[in-house]
């Protein structure tokens, strides 16, 4: 895979329901690096990232890969939910965006990225016949399979329990390594665990406080000294942006 372009984020404007969500938001996510957004729910975060997947048009400002070429089939999603087709097998699943295109799909190596996430004896079998973990690496590896060098991810891991989870995040450092990445999460455990750095949005029209760096190399240990103090100050920056809760004590 040739190196992967970051995204350069300039002036963004978005308003949806009458409602101003973003203006001038303005960021770097640099090539080949995980970046992780946090922030309320309802703050926007979904929203941002459908206009960097080119899904819902800005209003305002631009979305361009930072080595002066087009994003157009350079970046690809995947959402909370695995949206696996229950009619397709498992190998159809991943497979799927060539056929739409009308590629023909290359099974040896879609098979390859079933052995790649634990699923090679599953390839055949019916997504209902999955647990969620393992919807959750069909998914994945439906998302490598189209081998895009920018990986947008909307909360993938949220609705699984916790071992599950801590798999899933640690097969997704190993397969997306060196790939451009933006992950969408509520958790600072996972964002400090899995990102170089950390981006937090907040406010009404929403607002991108100063970058966190994290350090080390993802996976980290979730008890690592370094990482637990980068997710003490990453939750006091959540805290700081998010709206009072009537009542709440301070």
């Not at 329901?17 to 995980?34: I, M, P, Y």
């Not at 640690?170 to 060196?178: Q, T, V």
Request: aromatic letters at 4%; hydrophobic letters at 45%; proline letters at 8%.
């Amino acid at each position: 895979m040739s190196p992967c372009p970051g995204l350069r984020i300039t002036g963004l404007g978005l308003t949806y329901a009458a409602q101003t969500v973003f203006r001038d938001l303005s960021v770097h996510l640099q090539g080949g690096r995980f970046s992780a957004l946090l922030g309320p729910s309802g703050v926007g975060k979904t929203s941002l990232l459908r206009v960097l997947a080119g899904l819902d048009p800005p209003e305002a400002g631009s979305v361009e890969a930072d080595d002066g070429g087009s994003l157009a089939h350079r970046v690809a999603y995947m959402g909370q939910r695995d949206l696996l087709l229950p009619w397709l097998s498992v190998i159809g699943n991943v497979t799927l965006g060539a056929r739409l295109r009308g590629d023909p799909p290359d099974m040896a190596r879609a098979r390859s990225l079933l052995a790649e996430v634990g699923l090679a004896d599953r390839a055949a079998d019916l997504p209902q016949t999955l647990s969620g973990g393992m919807r959750q690496r069909a998914a994945l590896a439906r998302t490598l399979y189209e081998d895009r060098p920018v990986v947008l991810m909307d909360e993938p891991f949220s609705a699984l329990d916790t071992l599950t989870r801590a798999q899933m995040q640690a097969l997704a450092a190993r397969l997306l390594f060196g790939r451009t990445v933006l992950l969408v999460t509520h958790d600072p455990a996972e964002a400090c665990r899995l990102a170089h750095v950390l981006l937090v949005l907040s406010g009404s029209p929403a607002m991108l406080a100063p970058p966190i760096p994290v350090p080390g190399v993802p996976p980290r240990a979730v008890d690592d000294a370094a990482v637990l103090a980068t997710e003490g100050r990453l939750l006091r920056t959540l805290l700081n942006g998010a709206p009072a809760i009537q009542g709440a004590a301070t």
